[in-house]
């Protein structure tokens, strides 16, 4: 899994000024209108899109085999869940999770995907047996993809299959489940349930990114309003049809949108981030003070005081990175992401053996087969210790 997984954090620089609502104004929940109002739909050309439906379609071919394999397993008194389970298991053997966002059949067909793809192709073979599911937004450490000038941040998504009700069981509280998973690992973080809207948001927004970074701007447009169909509200869409805007030019809807994002408290880590950088330091002092402290009284998830924290070490912030960089250890003291970067700030600080203890630190917190990142600490601590012998 790569590139971009919902949520849509892209961070991109951005210039200009903008006018603020009063942070106390905002509105009531149920008292938002339509955001599409203000897209400046003049700019753009409707482009044929897949339907929502579209998403989850098999070949005729593909829904007889699972069929098939189904009844076999069934009639063995194998539960559904799991045979679902092992049919994607076995049936993916070749998959190249990859960060294309691809319908069910397409998924299949090219043997690759990213993890919206796969919860789409799961859904879809879900669909066929009348299976439950939900599914999970999880964050971990950043990853980060840098095209056309714009910074992705990739995050998880994953589906859980419930088991059929067992009959015996009168209170319900036993129910069992699968989680499919194709990146299991330890160190992520719940961020929230998932609806199956939310699943169809991620594919249509995933996409209108991928349009936005090749300047097909009215796919990319066409995807969005699709996108807004499901999650009418979602700030992260807001955040992109911002940045479209942007992208062709029309600075003045894009601060419309983020004034509507703020009044109506429609508000995200990367949305205010991109919104600080339309702020001028010279003239608009007080709004960055405030949007600043509204980044860190809505933080959702501890990724969140991570990508603030690294923020502020970029501006030589220490003192500061330092105080956010202890909030997301706090929450997620499994991840040695957090002590990597405090390792950066003791460096900077001149606190050289501290630094080299938050290395230890993070070294111990790695997962012995994530070798990149072991290799990354390991180049950290030795270029450390070099340094260390030069001061002594």
Known sequence: MKKLIWPLLILVTLTGCAQLQPLSAAKPADSKPDVTTLLNHAHFVPQNVPKSSELFLLSEEVKEEFLAYFTQRQNLNQR??????????????????????????????????????????????????????????VSSAPVYFM??????????????????????????????????DYFPQIDNVFVGSATLSDLITKFYANRSVDALLDKRYDLSYSLLLQAFHFSPNDPE??????????????????????????????????????????????????????????????????????????????????????????????????????????????????????????????????????SKKIAMIAAKQQALAAQMRLEN
């Not at 990739?154 to 209170?171: G, R, V």
């Not at 957090?338 to 700030?345: C, F, M, R, S």
């Open 80 to 137: 559904a869940d799991h045979i679902l389970a092992d049919y994607l298991t076995a049936k993916l053997g070749q998959f190249r999770y990859d960060g294309q966002t691809l319908m069910a059949r397409e998924s299949l067909q090219q043997q690759q995907g990213n993890c919206i793809s796969l919860a789409i192709l799961t859904q879809a073979l879900a669909n066929l047996i009348a299976l439950e599911t939900s599914f999970t937004e």
């Open 147 to 180: 095209d056309n000038n714009t910074l992705l941040i990739s995050n998880h998504f994953k589906t859980k299959l419930f088991a059929p009700f067992d009959p015996n069981d009168k209170s319900g509280l036993t129910r069992s489940a699968i989680v499919i």
């Open 237 to 370: 869409l807001i955040n992109l049809a911002a940045i479209l805007h942007r992208r062709i030019g029309d600075t003045k809807t894009e601060q419309q949108l983020y004034d509507f994002a703020l009044t109506h408290q429609l508000i995200s880590h990367n949305l205010l981030a991109n919104l600080l950088q339309t702020l001028d330091p010279n003239t608009d002092h007080e709004k960055i003070t405030q949007v600043q402290q509204l980044r860190e009284t809505t933080v959702k998830s501890p990724i969140e005081w991570l990508l603030m924290a690294k923020d502020n070490l970029r501006e030589s912030k220490l003192s500061k990175a330092k105080t956010q960089l202890l909030h997301f250890i706090e929450r997620a003291p499994y991840m040695p992401e957090g002590y990597v970067e405090l390792a950066k700030v003791s460096y900077l600080q001149g606190k050289m053996s501290e630094s080299k203890r938050f290395l230890q630190t993070a070294q111990e917190k790695t997962s012995h087969t994530d």
